[in-house]
């Protein structure tokens, strides 16, 4: 059973930063397509970055050249850097690793809030 746990969200000022972790239980990092996704109150989830096996990476309008998203196979943790933080960043954050065994098979975390507030 894959396991995926999301930590460092928290509460900051707008214009400040978090950085988000995602760990994985063996090594499905290393063979998945990573993205996070986000979702805040009454609205749909997002794709915020993905990066792909072989590291290519995509990020929605809304965050490029704000948000990096970085793997390191060697610790199964995908990571995504959030700078010059907005209050409409504010939302649950959803860690996917998405790979291929005979299907394409998608695994969620728990999600970590982050919320940008003065």
């Known amino acids: 059973q894959v396991q995926l746990v999301e930590s460092g969200g928290g509460l900051v000022q707008p214009g400040e930063s978090l950085k988000l972790s995602c760990t994985a239980s063996?090594?499905?990092?290393?063979?998945?397509?990573m993205g996070w996704y986000r979702q805040a109150p009454g609205k749909q989830r997002e794709l915020v970055a993905a990066?792909?096996?072989?590291?290519?990476?995509t990020y929605a309008d809304s965050v490029k050249g704000r948000f990096v998203i970085s793997r390191d196979n060697s610790r199964n943790t995908v990571y995504l850097q959030m700078n010059s933080l907005k209050p409409e960043d504010t939302a649950v954050y959803y860690c996917?690793?998405?790979?291929?065994?005979?299907?394409?098979?998608?695994?969620w975390g728990q999600g970590t809030q982050v919320t940008v507030s003065a």
């Open positions: 996917n690793a998405r790979r291929w065994g005979g299907s394409w098979y998608s695994y």
């Open positions: 063996g090594s499905v990092i290393s063979s998945s397509d």
């Open positions: 990066i792909t096996r072989t590291d290519s990476t």
